[in-house]
């Protein structure tokens, strides 16, 4: 869903979403890492000269796994979106548009070609509201049973890291030897 500069009149660009609408289902399942299971928001943008000041509300509950007990929760981000877009045009910027970004830069993007893809827009907001661990106590998680204990510090009923196997694998004997 790519909007193109010049379509931003000077009155603006506005967009709703719900869970149908694809393009906007399919970057919160990206961004959220998981299956959606609400979708509601809403961008707004406006250009001054050539950056693009886009803001907006949004809504997204999807799937994952407690990342301390492995149990099913819905993790939900809601509120508003604020981000500063601005073209693409320094030499050094490399054509994906990545870089390292500094903290003062975390809500600037770029935009290229002079366009601004909504998928993305969508994704880097919801990236940057993220927790960084998803776990049970989290009061944007919702368990689907009851919630784990916060100082549990083993995850019951698991067996070791599947990336052991690989490892365990390459050493012989180390499956008998314990
Ligand atoms: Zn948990």
């Given at each position: 869903m790519k909007v193109t500069a010049q379509e931003i009149s000077e009155r603006g660009f506005?967009?709703?979403?719900?869970?149908a609408t694809p393009w906007a289902r399919s970057a919160a399942a990206t961004a959220m890492e998981g299956a959606v299971s609400a979708l509601r928001g809403e961008i707004n943008i406006r250009r001054y000269q050539s950056d693009l000041a886009v803001t907006g509300e949004v809504m997204v509950a999807a799937s994952r796994t407690c990342d301390r007990c492995g149990g099913d929760v819905t993790l939900t981000i809601d509120g508003p979106l604020e981000l500063t877009y601005v073209p693409n045009l320094r030499g050094e910027i490399s054509p994906g548009g990545t870089r390292e970004l500094v903290s003062s830069e975390l809500d600037l993007g770029l935009y290229k070609e002079g366009s601004l893809d909504l998928s993305?827009?969508?994704?880097e907001h919801l990236a940057l509201q993220l927790p960084w661990r998803v776990t049970c106590d989290?009061?944007?998680?919702?368990?689907?049973?009851e919630a784990c204990d916060p100082n549990l510090l083993k995850p019951?009923?698991?067996?070791p890291?599947?990336?052991?196997a690989a490892l365990a694998a390459l050493v012989p004997d180390a499956s008998e030897e314990n």
């Open positions: 506005s967009i709703s979403f719900e869970i993305l827009v969508l994704q989290l009061p944007n998680v919702s368990p689907s049973g019951p009923e698991r067996g890291d599947p990336r052991w």
